[in-house]
């Protein structure tokens, strides 16, 4: 589950992580509201328009601007809510921007230069372990700096018995470059990012760019949080910050069903019981001249019911020219997924695309029986090659 930015700093801070300070807005008014009420509490004099979508690359689409002014925050929150963001990790479709947060002037003038930096906690699943990853390049992609200064990328692998030592933490610091003020500021806020990760159950914190401001000081100037879904059930404080609006509602109905489910860009939709069946099912598409469009696993307690909401989200893609129906039988009985085949017939109405249906295992023969004898137009399979050539010639 993703975090808008506004939300993740929130948790951060909760952790002792110092943040630019900011305030979400659902209007232009609001951010003005927001604008003063920072300029109260930091004395900050200009603000930072930022949209908040599930997507980096928000300032290159043109939603990270820059307001001198009041006037100058009402109408760039007026261009910006509302409108359709594309960046490179939205699609060229885009998102829609629902929320602004007005953040405070962090950039000011001082004794000494700003710097950003890059720095993110992560799974290492090669190792088992945590790392925190780190480069004095910050603010820009971490993959461009890792195709073309990869020496620049530092790691700190962390021993799952003891969490972040001290002594990592201060090596962090040291390979920054930093000293004095900024040294100790930044080895805080690597162990209380650290401890932010750990307790929030997150897959990844991302803080790009990390900063050092005039004063010394180490600010999270952004952040992307993503928490780990298995979690939720005890971070029930995070699982209310889900934003449906941001997913894409196929999966989000799939979620209503317990249906595992991944929209992708090909043609013929997947409908499998088990995560090994419908990664081998992609590739029997995919080896047969078709694209899959879909991964959805519909679990080991698949009925009726489910079968006919998996068909209903498939359908819901305009892009799908047949949908393959592949059930190994195991604790799934062969014959109720059968079934859901047809009440999604009747219920859905007359299906305009073919539907393959390859039923093995459990009452398989009883489940055939009821698909062949139903008077539906849905093609039979037996084995997986069988599927894959009716895939072939129907697609």
């Known amino acids: 589950m993703n975090l808008h930015e506004y939300q993740g700093k929130e948790l951060l801070k909760s952790f002792g992580v110092k943040i630019q300070e900011g305030i979400v807005a659902n209007t232009p008014d609001e951010a003005v509201a927001a604008a003063q009420k920072l300029t109260e509490k930091t004395g900050t004099s200009w603000w930072v328009v930022k949209a908040q979508i599930h997507a980096g690359g928000r300032g290159k689409g043109g939603g990270v601007k820059l307001a001198k002014s009041l006037d100058e925050v009402k109408k760039i929150s007026d261009?910006?809510?509302?409108?359709?963001?594309?960046?490179?990790?939205t699609g060229p479709e885009g998102k829609q921007v629902n929320k602004v947060l007005i953040g405070q002037d962090v950039y000011y003038p001082g004794e000494s230069e700003t710097k950003e930096y890059y720095m993110s906690v992560l799974l290492n699943r090669q190792t088992g372990r945590n790392i925190v990853m780190y480069s004095t390049e910050g603010g820009m992609d971490i993959e461009t700096v890792a195709e073309k200064t990869p020496h620049l990328i530092h790691k700190e692998e962390i021993d799952p018995k003891t969490g972040l030592l001290p002594f990592q933490a201060r090596r962090i610091a040291f390979n920054l470059g930093l000293e004095g003020n900024a040294f100790k500021d930044m080895t805080k806020f690597v162990s209380s990012l650290y401890t932010a990760y750990d307790k929030s159950d997150a897959s990844m914190f991302e803080i790009n760019p990390v900063l050092k401001t005039s004063d010394n000081q180490i600010l999270a100037v952004d952040s992307k949080v993503n928490i780990d879904d298995n979690a939720l059930y005890r971070q029930k404080n995070l699982a209310e910050m889900r934003d449906l609006t941001e997913e894409d509602p196929a999966e989000v109905e799939a979620g209503k069903y317990n249906l595992n489910f991944i929209k992708l860009d090909g043609n013929v939709g997947c409908m499998v019981n088990g995560a090994g069946l419908a990664m081998a099912t992609m590739d029997i598409i995919k080896m047969s001249g078709g694209s899959p469009a879909n991964f959805l696993d519909v679990g080991g307690t698949a009925n009726a019911e489910t079968v006919?909401?998996?068909?209903?989200?498939?359908?819901q893609d305009k892009n799908v020219k047949a949908i393959l129906l592949n059930i190994f039988g195991g604790i799934v009985r062969c014959d109720r997924v059968a079934q859901g085949v047809v009440d999604a017939y009747k219920s859905i109405g007359d299906i305009k695309i073919p539907v393959i249906v390859r039923l093995q295992g459990t009452n398989a023969i009883e489940g055939k029986d009821l698909i062949d004898n139903s008077g539906l137009k849905v093609h039979s399979a037996i084995t997986l090659q069988e599927a894959a050539n009716l895939v072939e010639k129907l697609v």
Do not use: N
């Open 308 to 315: 006919e909401a998996g068909f209903r989200i498939i359908l």
């Open 79 to 89: 261009d910006i809510l509302g409108m359709q963001l594309i960046t490179h990790q």
